[in-house]
């Protein structure tokens, strides 16, 4: 009895070393092709929001990190500098909308500093589908609504929904959403016009994970 519980032992631990050992293999084989299918993806993420043709530098080497209440909550959000010509030109931010129907709404925004916005992107949201669902572009194509939009300072009243008397429309049975990425946009883009003067101080996404 206990020298079949032992080749038990044995042949169970053998099997789990290899396991591991094969786990272990497939991951340093596959995780080279994984994060370059991940840069692929956040650089076409990126040039919906920032069009190639603003930059000429590496935009994804310069991530940074900020922290602002106008992005919408205190948490770090991760911008991402353009550059024509080694002169910044415009940005790509991570702001949060915290203010939608089922709560907080992840959205991608890229904007110059003058309050020019180039293009957004929702890339999370729990919004009611059929009705707030609507801000993503395989929804519904609003959120183009954005583009070459000008942000001429806080008290812009045509960047709002319609009901508030601004140029975006709404959806039917549900403000709630709309308002909250256009109010999040324009917080954002406002807050772009601030950065320059910041740019040099901001700590990198490197940094910001030691």
């Not at 991951?27 to 994984?34: L, S």
Request: aromatic share 6%.
């Amino acid at each position: 009895m206990l020298d079949s519980i032992r080749k038990n032992g044995v042949t169970l631990a053998l099997f789990a070393a290899v396991t591991t050992g094969v786990t272990a293999v497939i991951n340093t084989v596959t995780k080279p092709t994984i994060e370059h299918q991940t840069a692929l993806q956040q650089k076409a993420l990126l040039d919906q929001v920032l069009p190639p043709e603003v930059y000429d530098n590496a935009i994804q080497r310069e991530c940074y990190v900020v922290t602002d209440s106008a992005l919408g909550n205190a948490k770090p959000h991760r911008l991402y500098l353009a550059r024509m010509q080694q002169k910044p030109v415009a940005v790509a931010i991570e702001t949060t909308a915290p203010d939608g129907y089922a709560g907080e709404i992840q959205i991608l925004v890229g904007a110059n500093f003058n309050g020019h916005v180039y293009g957004s992107r929702v890339v999370e949201h729990h919004e009611t589908p059929g009705l707030g669902d609507k801000i993503e572009l395989r929804i519904s194509d609003w959120i183009n609504s954005f583009n070459g939009k000008q942000v001429t300072g806080a008290d812009d009243r045509r960047f709002a929904v319609k009901k508030d008397g601004g140029d975006f429309d709404q959806f039917t049975g549900a403000t709630i959403t709309p308002r909250a990425v256009v109010n999040a946009v324009k917080r954002t883009t406002l807050y772009a016009e601030t950065l320059p003067t910041r740019l040099t101080s901001l700590p990198d996404c490197g940094e910001s994970n030691e």
